[in-house]
């Protein structure tokens, strides 16, 4: 389980308009802290290299999460755009990943034998209840990944690596 509390400045009750703009911020002095209930099912490998696999899959319930809605008000025949922190009714996450690290150590060719990769992908739905609707969560990419191969010696103390990641659209 756990617990998150609002950010102080979401619970301030502040109240910012912008005419020029035509933006109006708020703050919610009700918000309620989110209180999660997670579960998680990992298996993992160690190899003698040093190296791992690991892969999973969890899910995780969110009550009273937090995020912040957009919506428009028309003050004085101007229509304002109102942005504002709020509870979610409930928030469920699932999904699953996996990650390999290993060097190739058993390689004849010294240069090689330092070198590596790592690798992980993680797959995460999300859907969050909010006024009667179901939403996915803003900030909860459904893919994610990234690769690493990577060189790393004792004997000259070097060590770099190259990195792509990568992270699909919200």
Same mark, same amino acid.
């Given at each position: 389980?756990?617990?998150?509390?609002?950010?102080?400045?979401? !619970?301030?009750?502040?109240?910012?308009?912008?005419?020029?703009?035509?933006?109006?911020?708020?703050?919610?002095?009700?918000?309620?802290?989110?209180?999660?209930?997670?579960?998680? !099912?990992?298996?993992?490998?160690?190899?003698?290299?040093?190296?791992?696999?690991?892969?999973?899959?969890?899910?995780?319930?969110?009550?009273?999460?937090?995020?912040?809605?957009?919506?428009?008000?028309?003050?004085?025949?101007?229509?304002?755009?109102?942005?504002?922190?709020v509870n979610t009714?409930?928030?469920?996450?699932?999904?699953?990943?996996?990650?390999?690290?290993?060097?190739?150590?058993?390689?004849?060719?010294?240069?090689?034998?330092?070198?590596?990769?790592?690798?992980?992908?993680?797959?995460?739905?999300?859907?969050?209840?909010?006024?009667?609707?179901?939403?996915?969560?803003?900030?909860?990419?459904?893919?994610?990944?990234?690769?690493?191969?990577?060189?790393?010696?004792?004997?000259?103390?070097?060590?770099?690596?190259?990195?792509?990641?990568?992270?699909?659209?919200?």
């Open positions: 389980t756990g617990l998150r509390r609002p950010d102080y400045s979401d !619970l301030v009750p502040y109240y910012d308009r912008d005419d020029q703009s035509l933006t109006i911020d708020e703050g919610n002095p009700g918000l309620k802290a989110a209180y999660a209930h997670s579960f998680d !099912l990992l298996f993992e490998h160690y190899t003698n290299n040093l190296g791992m696999l690991t892969a999973g899959v969890y899910l995780k319930r969110i009550n009273d999460d937090i995020t912040s809605t957009t919506g428009y008000q028309r003050i004085d025949g101007e229509l304002f755009e109102v942005t504002r922190p009714e409930s928030s469920k996450i699932w999904g699953a990943e996996i990650a390999l690290n290993h060097q190739f150590k058993y390689l004849s060719v010294p240069f090689l034998r330092d070198m590596g990769i790592y690798a992980n992908y993680t797959y995460t739905h999300s859907t969050s209840s909010f006024g009667g609707r179901e939403l996915t969560m803003s900030s909860s990419p459904e893919h994610t990944g990234n690769i690493s191969l990577f060189y790393e010696s004792e004997r000259n103390g070097w060590s770099f690596a190259f990195t792509n990641t990568f992270r699909s659209s919200m």
